[in-house]
């Protein structure tokens, strides 16, 4: 077993506060955060001890809205490409993600279960991953990637290489979709991941399309119920969230056309908004035709959800949905960065960091990491980052990883690049 660590001559942020404390040293026990010690006391015998040269000391950051096989690929290459190639890139991307600080990422949409039980196991590295498995649409729907030549399908028919290889899933009756949901719950999916209308990587789709009713929706609802989970809704426009919150679903991803209406219900219900600061057109791979028009649509709502969403106090997560393209990942810690157009440098982290934890802990028994994540207090997940500077007074730090001096996840240090070190 390796010894304790101790952290010593730093500020605090932990994740809940709006402002960074010193005076405090921090004890690390196995991948559990043991003690917060007041004072200079001396470190317990035999431990590791790291100064932290007067840095900031805070939790690792977490992703509510990641793409772990399919961000690093090009859309083209993921529909044709061996399922062994898709890992081999993905586990690379893994590795990186994890040096730009996210320790923690939520997967909504691919076959990510086997990448996550590697990194569980130490056999690859990266964050820990929340896995929802395939998403599940409808024909027509976000996510219907099929060549033409697949039409028409039939009900129990030939799968086609997306569905194969665990890239969406249709399902276009009550049955197919508790069907699909149970496979990916088998799998170890610790949220599912329904489709409610378009989106913008899927071309033949527009952003004001319906896919699921109320009922196709309900049905999923119950079937991650019945696992003592929840479903989160991929949805745009007021109408796509209303009826998706009817059916009972627990968290909507995206929202960026949400009306006042639609964050009043939202709030009142206590529903989780999970959406993404995309802001300029750099923020995609470059895009034409329908897509470049969804995506115009997603630029112009950004600058109205957020305020909504604060105005009304909807429980607001940060994700970032980086997709199809290595280039522009390295935008992930830029995208917290933005957040200071809507909010505080504290208010920001808070909701990469205890706010994001909070919506992990909503898996409930079906989550695979029962620690606490996302804070610095006694008995948490030892996911832990110190900065060189301060990031509640200047949230641009996290844009550039270079600033991130360590970087543990789960007790583990992954860097370490303190002068003298």
């Known amino acids: 077993m390796q010894p304790p660590t101790a952290f010593r001559n730093f500020l605090l942020f932990d ?13 690390v026990e196995g991948n559990r955060i043991t003690r917060l010690i007041e004072g200079d006391a001396a470190p317990p015998d035999g431990a590791r001890t790291i100064d932290c040269g007067g840095g900031v000391l805070m939790p690792g950051l977490i992703d509510a809205h990641w793409h772990t096989m399919f961000a690093a690929l090009p859309l083209m290459a993921l ?3 061996d399922i062994g190639f898709i890992f081999l890139a993905a586990s690379a991307e893994a590795e990186r993600t994890l040096m730009r600080g996210f320790t923690t990422v939520r997967d909504l949409g691919g076959p990510s279960f086997p990448l996550a039980q590697a990194i569980d196991r130490g056999m690859a590295t990266g964050p820990r991953i929340y896995p929802s498995g395939t998403m599940i649409t409808t024909s027509g729907g976000h996510g219907d990637m099929r060549p033409l030549e ?14 194969h290889i665990g890239g969406g ?17 088998l799998q170890g999916a610790t949220q599912i991941k329904m489709v ?3 989106g913008v990587s899927s071309p033949r789709t527009t952003l004001d399309m319906f896919t699921y009713g109320e009922a196709e929706f309900r ?5 991650a119920a019945e696992r003592r989970t929840y479903v989160a809704v991929h949805a745009y426009p007021p109408e796509q969230i209303q009826r998706a919150i009817a059916a009972g679903v627990q968290c909507i991803e995206h929202g960026h056309m949400m009306d006042e209406t639609t964050a009043r219900m939202m709030a009142e219900r206590g529903v989780w908004l999970s959406t993404q600061p995309f802001y300029s057109e750099e923020d995609q791979a470059p895009l034409t035709g329908q897509s470049r028009v969804n995506l115009l649509q997603v630029l112009e709502g950004t600058g109205t959800m957020y305020p909504l969403a604060r105005r009304h106090g909807i429980k607001t997560a940060f994700g970032t949905d980086l997709l199809f393209s290595p280039e522009i990942l390295p935008r992930q810690g830029l995208m917290l960065a933005r957040m200071s157009n809507w909010y505080s440098a504290a208010e920001a982290l808070q909701m990469a960091t205890a706010r994001n934890g909070e919506l992990m802990a909503l898996s409930g028994p079906r989550n695979p990491y029962p620690g606490k994540l996302g804070v610095i207090e006694q008995g948490a997940m030892a996911d832990i980052l ?6 509640t007074a200047n949230l641009n730090l996290i844009a550039d990883p270079t600033n991130f001096k360590v970087i543990m ?8 690049t303190r002068a003298g070190v």
């Not at 994740?15 to 004890?27: E, F, H, Y």
């Open 15 to 27: 994740g809940k506060a709006s402002r960074t404390r010193g005076g405090v040293q921090l004890l």
């Open 79 to 81: 529909t044709t490409a």
């Open 150 to 163: 697949d039409i028409p399908r039939s009900p129990g028919g030939r799968l086609s290489h997306m569905e």
């Open 169 to 185: 899933s249709i399902a276009d009756s009550i049955d197919e979709v508790r069907l699909r949901a149970r496979e990916q719950l």
């Open 196 to 198: 409610g209308g378009g």
């Open 219 to 223: 049905a999923g609802v119950e079937t």
């Open 386 to 391: 110190v900065v060189d500077g301060d990031p």
């Open 409 to 416: 996840k789960d007790g583990t240090i992954y860097k370490d």
